[in-house]
T-cell receptor, first 113, second 116 residues
Framework: GAGVSQSPRYKVTKRGQDVALRCDPI?????LYWYRQALGQGPEFLTY????????KSGLPNDRFSAERPEGSISTLTIQRTEQRDSAMYRC???????????FGPGTRLLVL | AQSVTQLDSHVSVSEGTPVLLRCNYS??????LFWYVQHPNKGLQLLLK??????LVKGINGFEAEFKKSETSFHLTKPSAHMSDAAEYFC??????????????FGQGTTLQVKP
């Protein structure tokens, strides 16, 4: 079946603009995670959804970052007033249950000029 | 708090020789441990996982890892490297304490180079 998909795959934006990154999890997966991976680093946790409930947002770096999953399926990560330090690969993962294997999407590479 | 330390940022081996990628972890609870691989311009792929069953875990493409609680280690090995193994490898821990969300804590990664 289809894996996790993310769009766009690449996003170039200017400092100060807002961006929205989309994640489409594997069908039926209740758990959805967002991670951010800086160049040369391992991914770092941002936020977690169980169905539509955002149960952990401890990794969001500041209030410019927000995420939603209104119908318990597709999720959107929004970054307002982007800054150059936001440039990174943003990865989404889903799992059938909270502590089951996570399957990752291809990522969205964000470049803020 | 959980953490993962990958002891080598770069490992270089010749094709056909053994691979050893080292990982130590710290976890308050009985951990789940994983190795993920990332090929250039590709997504993260699960190689193998340990979740308190057998301590020697076999994964895809001939990789295996051994969970050693006394040493808090979860090293990744392969008897004979192939050119296609060249990639970045991440050791990952996930706490399984009550209420835990299953979020993953990644190591910094080890780049494996395979020379012909």
């Amino acid at each position: 079946g289809a894996g996790v998909s993310q769009s766009p795959r690449y996003k170039v934006t200017k400092r100060g603009q807002d961006v929205a990154l989309r994640c489409d999890p594997i069908s039926g997966h209740v758990s959805l995670y967002w991670y951010r991976q800086a160049l040369g680093q391992g991914p770092e946790f941002l936020t977690y959804f169980n169905y539509e409930a955002q149960q952990d947002k401890s990794g969001l770096p500041n209030d410019r970052f927000s995420a939603e999953r209104p119908e318990g399926s597709i999720s959107t990560l929004t970054i307002q007033r982007t800054e150059q330090r936001d440039s990174a690969m943003y990865r989404c993962a889903s799992s059938s249950q909270p502590q089951e294997t996570q399957y990752f999407g291809p990522g969205t590479r964000l470049l803020v000029l | 708090a959980q953490s993962v330390t990958q002891l080598d940022s770069h490992v270089s081996v010749s094709e056909g020789t053994p691979v050893l990628l080292r990982c130590n972890y710290s976890s308050s609870y009985s951990p789940s441990l994983f190795w993920y691989v990332q090929h250039p311009n590709k997504g993260l792929q699960l190689l193998l996982k340990y979740t308190s069953a057998a301590t020697l875990v076999k994964g895809i493409n001939g990789f295996e890892a051994e969970f050693k609680k006394s040493e808090t280690s979860f090293h990744l090995t392969k008897p004979s490297a192939h050119m296609s193994d060249a990639a970045e490898y991440f050791c990952v821990v996930s706490d399984r304490g009550s209420g835990n969300t299953g979020k993953l804590i990644f190591g910094q990664g080890t780049t494996l180079q395979v020379k012909p």
